[in-house]
């Protein structure tokens, strides 16, 4: 088969990493990828939010799936667009009604009441109700939590420690359009303290696999500090998630969501990513999204065994639910490399040195995020996260080291990352 895939992130390297390894992937084009995507197929230089001509590639290439990697193309229908067309193939993501679950958070707690899947108590408010959203908010118990309703590149939101400062997010997300559109609704929401985790499944809106999990690192700064990112690291398996987490979660989140998506007649053939909590050992659902995750890919990958284009052949074909899942042993760590200054303002085009990795440096992969090719034929920086290190270890204490290890061999100017990822589960490992 030919496949496209959609993206040029960390998350489309590793699944491009993963789709090359497959028997059934005869050819493999990624658009636009990114340095380290040339090196598992072809990069073509495709917007992906250009539809006509997704379709029209696909067409001219004969490209049997296509795989969307961000949430954007979703939410706006490219499965629609592309099902509806002349080409033959399929699409692995949801339809754009369906991608409402992480296009809208309104709709996905809406979805979740119907359901009864457990998450936080909400309330949502608009421009129209504004001053009621600020009574709400006024009687709140601490911390808040703060959500633009729509996509906001992962920064729509804000935990609140303070009743002002609330109030000032909430007149900075309604009146004065911090995130345009996305925050013409805001939701508010009960803080849920625990631990986050996320799993991933893979369904055709009926049946389901569970590919994954893996535990991400939001904050910039050691010890969970600083400014929330878009991701720091993330390692798997998550010790907490026993066979007794995992059957609760199956029972009370992943089935109900599912069936939800068949009553509802949702089209949806694609990932779901939980972004879940773990509130003294219950979990609850913080938010849905429609694809993978990143930094959590490039963890979720390199471990799971099973072929993912067989996944998807499966998923199509309504064999999903007769699929064997298998994991690789041993534990997985992702350490992110960031740009200096991120997630503040951050300068680009850094050169990178990549050197080969060296002897010992075991079951490790480096992962291209913000990287691009300038016109000398150097690797450089081209975003906030930069590099992604995974490696395998025995244990997730093995595993971090051996990917910190590794980044002590890369280099480019303002280059940091976390040294502690991992850190609050060193008494279990």
Known sequence: MNILLLGNGGREHALAWKIKQSYHCDNLFIAPGNPGTAECGTNVMLDI????????????????????GPEEPLVKGIYDYLTNSEWNGFVVGPSKEAAQLEGSKAFSKKFMQRHQIPTAAYAEFTKDNFEDGKQYIQQHSLPIVLKA???????????AATHEEALQVFEEMIINKQFGDASSKVVIEQFLPGIEVSVFVLTNGKDYQIIGHAKDYKRIGEGDTGLNTGGMGCVTPVPFMNDAFMHEVEETIIK??????????????????????????????????????????????????????????????????????????GCFATVMAVSGGYPGSYEKNKVITIPPLSEGSGEAIVFHAGTKQDEA?????????????TSQGNTLTAAVNQSKKILEQISFEGMYYRRDIGYEFSKLI
């Not at 939010?49 to 795989?67: C, G, R, Y």
């Not at 309703?149 to 935990?159: P, R």
């Open 49 to 68: 939010l250009d539809f006509e001509s997704i379709k029209q590639f696909s067409i001219d290439n004969k490209i049997s799936i296509v795989v969307v």
């Open 377 to 389: 034929g150097n690797i450089v920086t081209n975003g906030g996260r930069v590099l992604a290190v």
């Open 256 to 329: 109900p969501t599912v069936n939800g998506l068949y009553k509802e007649e949702l089209i949806y053939n694609g990932f779901i990513f939980f972004g879940l909590i773990n509130v003294e050992g219950k979990p609850f659902v913080i938010e849905y999204n429609c694809r993978m995750g990143d930094p959590e890919t490039e963890v979720v990958m390199p471990r799971l065994y099973t072929d993912i284009v067989g996944l998807f052949a499966a998923m199509d074909n309504g064999t999903l639910e007769d699929v064997n899942i298998a994991y690789n042993d």
């Open 149 to 159: 309703d729509g996509l906001a590149a992962g920064k729509g939101v804000v935990i």
